[in-house]
């Protein structure tokens, strides 16, 4: 397994991981579209876990400072995260996290963050090693 950035030919693979995610309430097609355009502000970024040439897993990528306990500072976002059913349970969401974090590093970010079901989870661990460099 390989985790990499988006590529414009794996549009349509997004575009399917995307539906799973958020099945309502997007015009993802318009929304990755933009995307390759350079013309969407969220997401800034996209990395994709692939297994023998299948994308089995994507990563949604934001540098923010509204983060909530953290604003001012420039947060590394975890926008949306999915791994398809099938490869579940095999630490591909955790080698897609820790990728993501290191986009976040070269992004000049001091923190890592994402939310889930309405709350703000801020990876500690990581916030206190980067706070050192600072």
């Known amino acids: 397994m390989i985790v990499r950035a ?10 399917a991981m995307r539906c799973e995610l958020w099945p309502d309430g997007y015009d993802h097609d318009v929304e990755i579209a933009d995307f390759f355009a350079g013309s969407l502000a969220e997401p800034e970024a996209v990395l994709v876990a692939e297994d023998d040439g299948l994308l089995i897993a994507v990563a949604e ?5 509204d983060v909530g306990g953290l604003e001012g500072k420039l947060t590394g976002y975890v926008e949306g ?10 630490d591909v969401a955790v080698r897609l996290l820790r990728a993501s974090q290191e986009w976040a ?15 703000v989870v801020v990876d500690r661990g990581w ?5 050192r460099m600072y």
């Open 6 to 15: 988006i590529r414009p030919e794996d549009a349509a693979k997004w575009l």
């Open 61 to 65: 990528l934001s540098a923010r400072r």
């Open 81 to 90: 995260l999915f791994v398809r059913p099938a490869f579940r349970g095999r």
């Open 105 to 119: 590093r070269g992004c000049g970010c001091v923190a890592f963050a994402s939310d889930r079901a309405g709350r």
């Open 127 to 131: 916030w206190v090693s980067n706070e």
